[in-house]
């Protein structure tokens, strides 16, 4: 767990650098795995929904001490950016006053909208070669931009990658046995957090705040096939229609998803300690404690089940998933979701780059982090000191 706390602890940056640090500790340090295993596992957790460098770090627990060891090393991976993100987020609710703190993050905004936008268009490049996968993600990126359900997008292109074979084909594969199995172990491990949100709705109702937290935690999570960002469309998008938080303080959240330790996920709590913060998980009530409560109910609805889908699947590194129709109906999706992430920064980009300083900020900053000139972080710090010194 110690290897895990010092990663999730050191990492400000984008997963590639929380799975190469796993790999030097792992790998070449300790000999835990060997390279090929590591490179078998890092394919799994690139083709599960879920963070990726936490469902590694899961993954090798897992493998060195079973299912506790993947459950304290989530926990070691997580925990770091946590705190930070409740520290950061408490400064944020009680210091919405403070004179120069809007100049300050609209400079970090503007370099996170420019990183967003090449983020999604490399996934597009990679996810895209084929038409059908062309055209599902400019659906993708359409149907949001007019309010359609993701999850309907993604439903819709999953199963015509499912079921519409390529010419040639004599006949459907069969399902695989591997596949099969990993579909049950999923629906297994994941049926006790199924079964409290349940409870929740039912002792709620639907409408109510907290459940709506709950519910938006776990369907991001689920569906985030092409990584954070992803995800993070999912929170946006829903976080608007709540009434939670609007494009703005949207791209405060994504800022210290990025300036934190730990997944970028973790943006996600920052959303729900707002809401609890501000009143809108219990109407009526709101404060630290009630934030606090927003903060880890999101994480735990994000890390848990992220956790439990990895742990079902977790053979599949060696046994391999041998199923081409799930392949092709992940790659559609995977292009749904390359669609989404570019809405996500074009979004970010129109609605809060509102003056030509920042324009450039977020134009030079696009161009730094597809060049790999800087990390992320830095480029955020960078726009935050530029929008700090603009605001005096």
Known sequence: MLVRFRVGRLCFLLPGAQIALLEQECVQKRGWLTTEAFTRALGLCLFLPG?????????????????????????????????????????????????LLPGVFAGARAAVAGVILVVGVKMLRRTCEALPRRVAAGLSFGGLFFGAPFVFIALASGLHGWYVRPEGEEAPPPVSDQLRSAVMR??????????????????????????????????????????????????????????????????????????TPGPLLLAGSFIGFLAGFNGALFAGYGGVGLGVLGL???????????????????????????????????GMVSAVAAGAIVYLGSALYWSQVSTPLFMFVSAVAAWMFYRQKLSVPALVGVGAIIGLFSAR
């Open 51 to 99: 963070p990726e460098a936490q469902q590694l770090a899961a993954w090798i627990a897992w493998r060195t001490h079973g299912w506790r060891g993947a459950a304290a090393a989530t926990l070691g991976f997580v925990l770091p950016g946590l705190i930070a993100c409740g520290v950061l987020a408490w400064l944020y609710a009680v210091g919405s006053g403070w004179e």
């Open 186 to 259: 999923i629906g297994r491990f994941l049926l006790p957090v199924l079964l409290v949100y349940l409870a929740l709705w039912l002792w709620l109702k639907h409408s109510h705040g907290f459940v709506q937290l709950v519910e938006v935690s776990l369907f991001a999570v689920l569906t985030s096939f092409g990584g954070a960002y992803a995800a993070l469309g999912v929170w946006r998008v829903r976080a608007d229609a709540l009434g939670w938080l609007g494009d703005v303080r949207f791209g405060d959240a994504l800022v210290v998803g990025e300036a």
């Open 296 to 330: 880890i109910t999101a994480a735990v609805f994000t890390f848990v089940p992220s956790t439990l889908v990895l742990l079902a699947c977790a053979p599949l590194a060696d046994e391999g998933v041998g199923d081409r129709r799930f392949h092709d109906a992940l």
